[in-house]
């Protein structure tokens, strides 16, 4: 199965830029990693590095099982967990991942994350599956409880945090010519909404115009006066979803 992808990563209103993006696309599977390092502690952007760079040693060598999936991203904690005991400066460094791994002979993708940055699995132009933040907000949201006031950004689980790091990691999909993924940092997707990301794909006939729409979009929140947290995106089309989104529209 064809696959092709477009990245970007932006500082947004910040002195620097704690995002990583990682992918690695071989003949039969891929691998693609996207981390946040957290903000307002030193280090992030280095434990961020750190999770994707094992992230990618794991998936860039072969199709990856739900067990090789887990075990990657424990390695990558524990990595960063080195680290904090390494360097004083980094001891509360941490970081969230969401990593995506197709491959491509069996036609199927799988993805994990920790934390708040969030992959968007697209069929035929619309959102089928979105990761549910690992947020104190979020878990309120799900009990029913009342949540206005409370920060989006106070993670429950994340990479560099002590305790519970079992990322959630879904089930195997089939795919399906013409899926779109979006793997992408909480700075894009506190600035464009669900619906605005599926809108922009349904228009779009390559996966860099698809980026471009959504960066666009995040710039036009900046300059209106919105804070700006760094943003970044990874985008992975498999297949031709031109064919499929564009088709809907006429339908």
């Known amino acids: 199965m064809d696959i092709s992808y477009a990245w970007f990563s932006c500082t947004g209103g910040r002195s620097g830029n704690q995002d990583v993006i990682g992918h690695v696309v071989a003949e039969g599977h891929a691998c693609f990693v996207v981390s946040d390092g957290i903000a307002g502690e030193p280090g992030g952007e280095v434990a961020a590095q750190c999770a994707v760079n094992h992230i990618l040693a794991y998936g860039s060598a072969r199709p990856m099982t739900s067990v090789a999936i887990e075990a990657c991203i424990r390695d990558a904690n524990d990595a960063i967990l080195a680290e904090?005991?390494?360097?004083?400066?980094?001891?509360?460094?941490?970081?969230?991942?969401?990593?995506?791994?197709i491959d491509r002979t069996a036609r199927?993708?799988?993805w994990a994350h920790l934390g708040d940055s969030r992959l968007y699995h697209f069929r035929r132009g619309l959102l089928i599956h979105r990761t549910r933040d690992d947020s104190l907000l979020q878990?309120?949201?799900?009990?029913?409880?009342?949540?206005?006031?409370?920060?989006?950004?106070?993670?429950?689980?994340?990479?560099?945090?002590?305790?519970?790091?079992?990322?959630?990691?879904?089930?195997?999909?089939?795919?399906?010519?013409?899926?779109a993924f979006l793997l992408c940092t909480d700075g894009l997707w506190h600035a464009v909404p669900d619906a605005s990301i599926e809108?922009?794909?349904?228009?779009?006939?390559?996966?860099?115009?698809?980026?471009?729409?959504?960066?666009?979009?995040?710039?036009?929140?900046?300059?209106?006066?919105?804070?700006?947290?760094?943003?970044s995106a990874l985008a992975v089309w498999a297949g031709r979803p031109e064919d499929v989104t564009l088709q809907r529209i006429k339908e």
């Open 84 to 101: 904090q005991a390494r360097d004083a400066r980094n001891q509360k460094m941490g970081a969230t991942v969401v990593a995506l791994f």
């Open 139 to 179: 878990r309120m949201a799900d009990a029913g409880l009342p949540f206005d006031g409370i920060s989006p950004n106070l993670l429950d689980r994340a990479l560099g945090v002590h305790g519970d790091i079992t990322p959630c990691v879904s089930p195997i999909e089939s795919l399906h010519d013409g899926d």
């Open 199 to 231: 809108q922009h794909l349904r228009i779009v006939n390559k996966v860099d115009d698809w980026l471009s729409l959504l960066r666009h979009a995040v710039s036009h929140q900046h300059t209106h006066g919105a804070p700006m947290d760094n943003y």
């Open 108 to 110: 199927t993708a799988q």
